[in-house]
């Protein structure tokens, strides 16, 4: 099994977040980065746990929440190592495998 990486985002995606960064006011950014999505409980019910192994911007893991549906919901994202600038962003997509 192999999964995406997530490439080093350099100067890209500067203008990725406007606004509050919900979904209608983001436009899509070429700044992505692949998750993991992990079904979790606490003490208000189900909910999903999206798991970033490599951040583009720092490298290192990043956990966002993914709603309480049934199925995780993916979309932008603030990133929570706060690189270079306060309005930093990507777009969460699920890890895809590849054909070997």
Do not use: K
Not at 34 to 45: D, I, N, P, T, V
């Amino acid at each position: 099994m192999s999964a995406r990486r997530n490439p080093p985002a350099g100067n890209q995606g500067a203008e990725d977040q406007r606004a509050s960064g919900s979904t209608t006011t983001v436009p899509r950014a070429s700044v992505i980065a692949y998750c993991r999505a992990y079904a979790a409980r606490g003490c208000f019910g189900r909910y999903w746990v999206l798991v970033i192994d490599t951040c583009p911007y720092c490298r290192r893991t990043h956990r966002h929440g993914g709603g309480d549906q049934l199925r995780p919901t993916y979309g932008h994202r603030s990133a929570h190592c706060g690189s270079t600038g306060p309005h930093r962003g990507y777009w969460l997509e699920p890890v895809t495998e590849e054909a070997a």
